[in-house]
C-alpha cells in the first residue's frame, strides 16, 4: 500500500523559505517507464495547481514547474530513502495554500502538472506566508 506523508509546512513571512518533505512508503517505480512525482496546491477558494513534478529513477530526471513558482522554487528527490523535496525561496503572499505530494507509477515525459495523471496523494502540509 502506497503512502505519502507530507511534513516541514509552517508560517513564514513573504520572502522567507521553508523546505516540504514528502516520505514515500510502498512505492516502488517500475524499472521499465519513468515514474513521476509531484507538489501540488491548493489555496484558499482556488482550485487545485500543479507547482512542480519530477521523473525519475530511468530517464532523467525530467523537472517540469509551474510559471508562477520558477526560479523560486527546486524540486528533487533522494531515490534511495524515496523522499520527494520541495525548496521553496521568496517566498510570496500567494504562495499561501495546502501543498500535496503525489505519485504516479509511470508518467509521460517532461513530468506532468496536472493532478489526473497521478494515482497517489498525500494528506497535505499548510504553508502560510503573511505579507
Known amino acids: 500500500q502506497v503512502q505519502l506523508v507530507e511534513s516541514g509546512g509552517g508560517s513564514v513571512q513573504a520572502g522567507g523559505s521553508l523546505r516540504l518533505s514528502c516520505a514515500a512508503s510502498?512505492?516502488?517505480?517500475?524499472?521499465?517507464?519513468?515514474?513521476?512525482m509531484a507538489w501540488f496546491r491548493q489555496g484558499p477558494g482556488l482550485e487545485r495547481e500543479g507547482v512542480a513534478a519530477i521523473s525519475g529513477p530511468i530517464s532523467g530526471p525530467w523537472i517540469t514547474y509551474a510559471d508562477s513558482v520558477k526560479g523560486r522554487f527546486t524540486i528533487s528527490k533522494d531515490n534511495a530513502d524515496n523522499i520527494l523535496y520541495l525548496q521553496m525561496d521568496s517566498l510570496k503572499f500567494e504562495d499561501t495554500a495546502m501543498y500535496y505530494c503525489?505519485?504516479?507509477?509511470?508518467?509521460?515525459?517532461?513530468?506532468?502538472?496536472?493532478?489526473?495523471?497521478?494515482?497517489?496523494w498525500g494528506q497535505g502540509t499548510q504553508v502560510t506566508v503573511s505579507s
Open positions: 503525489a505519485a504516479a507509477s509511470g508518467c509521460a515525459l517532461p513530468p506532468p502538472l496536472g493532478g489526473q495523471h497521478y494515482r497517489y
Open positions: 510502498g512505492y516502488s517505480p517500475s524499472g521499465y517507464s519513468p515514474s513521476c
